[in-house]
């Protein structure tokens, strides 16, 4: 079964991709929490959850009332038709974790439809589950947000560390890059060690580091800091530009 959380056509708000027009969809459910993260959402049945800023795309136990269970592809490219977008336009798939379906016939066909039509594919995704190339060679056309979450998330070391996935996603793929949200608090506590161990696994891979919040003032908060810290360290700093215009809203 595939959860779509919700889908909307917008510009790339972080990454190697910043500001490109692109369609996200969001899909649901996730094999970590990240609880360290902090943010909170309301539930349906009214309870608090703590997470990630997308917690309501990532617990299934309380959110998954408000998901759309995918049981065709067509469902899914349906969605295309939805806006009226520019030729081939890119496209996100995120979450939660878009790989937790990366074994599923309908979410490969998915993959090979929209590859047919020229789009280029980008996941967003923790890094932490391997995808099988040899036997899905569609995801050879894919590029890999590398999301890779830090001791920040309060993951435990070997849920969140997967470095065959780090390197195979890495090597692979048709692109990949590291993505990690830092902030001040973090840059203090030594993360930087963590960032250099993790790259290890992917010595070439590009690595942006993104200010970590759920909300402008949080990121806001985290930006200079940050940019101290990439500038010190000679990685690239990655704006949430979404969040710095949008806030905490949502897609459609
Ligand atoms: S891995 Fe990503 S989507 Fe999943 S809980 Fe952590 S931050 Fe959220």
Not at 54 to 67: C, D, I, L, R
Not at 141 to 151: M, P, Y
Request: charged content about 25%.
């Amino acid at each position: 079964m595939i959860y779509l959380v919700e889908h909307f056509y917008s510009i790339q708000g972080e990454g190697q991709f910043v500001g490109t027009p692109s369609l996200f969809f969001r899909f649901g459910g996730c094999n970590m929490r990240c609880e360290g993260f902090g943010c909170s959402e309301i539930a349906p049945d009214g309870s608090k959850i703590i997470g990630c800023d997308t917690v309501y795309a990532v617990n299934k136990e309380h959110f998954s009332k408000n998901w759309v269970n995918i049981t065709t592809v067509d469902q899914l490219l349906t969605i295309l038709t939805l806006y009226e977008l520019p030729h081939a336009v890119d496209i996100v798939l995120t979450g939660g974790e878009p790989l937790i379906y990366a074994n599923d016939e309908i979410f490969i066909d998915f993959l090979e439809q929209l590859h047919k039509r020229g789009h280029r594919i980008t996941f967003e995704t923790n890094g932490s589950l391997a995808v099988d190339f040899a036997k899905y060679p569609i995801f050879k056309e894919c590029i890999f947000a590398l999301s890779v979450k830090l001791s920040n998330s309060n993951e435990p070391y070997k849920k969140r560390i997967n470095p065959d996935a780090i390197y195979s996603l890495a090597t692979y793929s048709k692109d990949a890059f590291f993505k990690f949200s830092i902030d001040e608090e973090s840059i203090n506590l030594g993360l930087e060690d963590e960032i250099t161990e993790i790259i290890t696994h992917a010595p070439k891979t590009k690595v942006y580091c993104m200010p970590l919040g759920g909300n402008k003032a949080e990121v806001e908060k985290n930006t200079q800091p940050l940019i101290e810290f990439c500038k010190a360290k000679g990685y690239n700093f990655s704006d949430r530009l979404h969040i710095r215009v949008w806030d905490e809203n949502k897609g459609v």
